[in-house]
């Protein structure tokens, strides 16, 4: 599996490109549409969102004008907010975001997987703290950890839906998953845990 990033304009946020040879393209989170475009081997599949907050989500309504096929991946209360502005906070940055009520969403939880390519599966963990819908998915040797882990930052919690105890909890849960795994984190450059 190829990964690749893309930084987004907004905040820094990372868009992941995931692919296989001639399997088609996944990403983790959507911000910018336009410098995806030439990465994405085709077929788009999916979108794997590590959370519901504005910054990681403002690009799907483009990026699902372009590809309408495209799977929403998130849990029940980033489902939630995709159908919120003011849940996702876009309704706060000057171009209210919600996604048309009739697309089609992939709700997963804690425990699921999601098949990728014919050897690639993301494995579903709830991860909540910074918001409810945060999801961290472990596919292989790599670990997307969003915002609930960001190597050197403190985890936000002041927002709204924000948890405190929830997002130690979640690091605790995190750290155990990222030993001898690579972090693709929702802002900044991959690494190994430390
Ligand atoms: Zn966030």
Redesign the pocket.
Known sequence: MTINRVENSMFGSSTWLLGSEGEGTWLVDCGDVEPLVPLIAPPLRGVLLT?A?F??IYGLGHLLSRFPAVRIVTNAAGREALLDEYQNLSAYHDSPFRLADDHAIDVVDEGDTVSLFNHAAAHVYATPG??PSCLTYAIGNHLFTG?AYIPGVKV?TLLPGGDKQAAAASLERIARLAARRIVHP?HGLASPWR
């Open positions: 959370h907050h910054d990681h910074h918001h915002d936000v929702g």
